[in-house]
Nanobody
Framework: QVQLVESGGGLVQAGGSLRLSCAVS????????MGWFRQAPGKEREFVGG????????DYADFVKGRFTISRDNAKSTVYLQMNSLKPEDTAVYYC?????????????????WGQGTQVTVSS
């Protein structure tokens, strides 16, 4: 069983930054492509970005390109989401997820394991 635990959420003013972490345990972390999703109140969960299993390729949703950066440290079994220039519309619960795939997956159903989520609130 794989367990994912997010941390780093909180309240920040517009224009500020936060870094989310997702610690993975239970299986070989390097076997998974990792993704970040978010869900705002009253909205469906959406893909934010992802990083491949190897070669650390990344992909992002258009609404975060240039502002968010995903990285992973296989030695620490941790994936990160660096969020800069935050906007009030970035307010959501952010989830990390693991997919037993080589490449980045943008579709939820490809992800087998999910964290519990961490709240990010951006004030105007």
């Amino acid at each position: 069983q794989v367990q994912l635990v997010e941390s780093g959420g909180g309240l920040v003013q517009a224009g500020g930054s936060l870094r989310l972490s997702c610690a993975v345990s239970g299986r070989t972390f390097s076997m998974y492509a990792m993704g970040w999703f978010r869900q705002a109140p009253g909205k469906e969960r959406e893909f934010v970005g992802g990083i491949s299993q190897s070669y650390y390729r990344t992909d992002y949703a258009d609404f975060v390109k240039g502002r968010f950066t995903i990285s992973r440290d296989n030695a620490k079994s941790t994936v990160y989401l660096q969020m800069n220039s935050l906007k009030p519309e970035d307010t959501a619960v952010y989830y990390c997820a693991a997919a037993p795939r080589l490449q980045i997956e943008t579709i939820e159903r490809e992800y087998v394991y999910w964290g519990q989520g961490t709240q990010v609130t951006v004030s105007s």
